[in-house]
């Protein structure tokens, strides 16, 4: 993923396959089974150096917060909690009103969240948060974007709204009795112990 991320040029890198279909389980998509995909080509030289730690002058869009870093040029910033359709639509507006700070140029990836701390606690989290909250046409905004002969791209970061939407599925909780009788079930000598 850094690697892609300091190879890749927004301007030209991104293919939608929009109105497409999804695997049953992949509850991202618009739909049962519909949704879309986003295919990134960064097969280029470097175009930049990642950065490694929060911009030191960072001025944030009305509503976002907790700025965090998932990796190296992926900033995770959490957003007001989704409100339905009506607050969806102006995200690229409000993409557009940041414009393209110089600060963020060693950051390619912006993902908005819910929960930042728990989106940057672990990378799994971060992948999880990212890739099962964002249905591509509809939750892939950027900074400076336009469209030129249908073609999507932005001359700043990449932004991915992956907060949670009505249509996904609820978080997983752990409940701690079940887990506990698991614990218990594989210590040494134990039943699940005989297949570890």
Sequence with gaps: LQAMLARVDWKRDLHFHTCTTM???????????AGSKLVIAAASAN????????????????????PRLAA????????PAYAGE?????????????????SLEPFPLIV???????????????LWTTFTRSNPAEDVYGLGAFTE????????????????KPRHA????????????????????????KFL
């Design 112 to 126: 908005i969240v819910d929960d930042s701390r728990f989106a940057t606690e672990r990378f799994d989290n971060f």
């Design 23 to 33: 695997d049953t389980l992949d509850y991202s998509g618009h739909d049962l089974n």
């Design 149 to 164: 002969h249908k073609h999507f791209g932005c001359r700043g970061s990449l932004v991915i709204d992956a907060r949670q």
């Design 170 to 193: 609820p978080g997983l909780v752990e409940d701690p009795q079940v887990s506990a009788k698991v614990d218990a079930r594989a210590t040494r000598g134990d039943t699940l112990a």
């Design 86 to 102: 009506s607050a969806h639509d102006p995200w690229q507006q409000t993409c557009d009103n940041w414009g393209v700070p110089p």
């Design 72 to 79: 190296p040029g992926m900033l995770v910033i959490q957003g």
């Design 47 to 66: 175009h930049r150096e990642l950065g490694h730690s929060l911009p030191e002058e960072l001025s944030l869009p009305a509503g976002w917060s907790e």
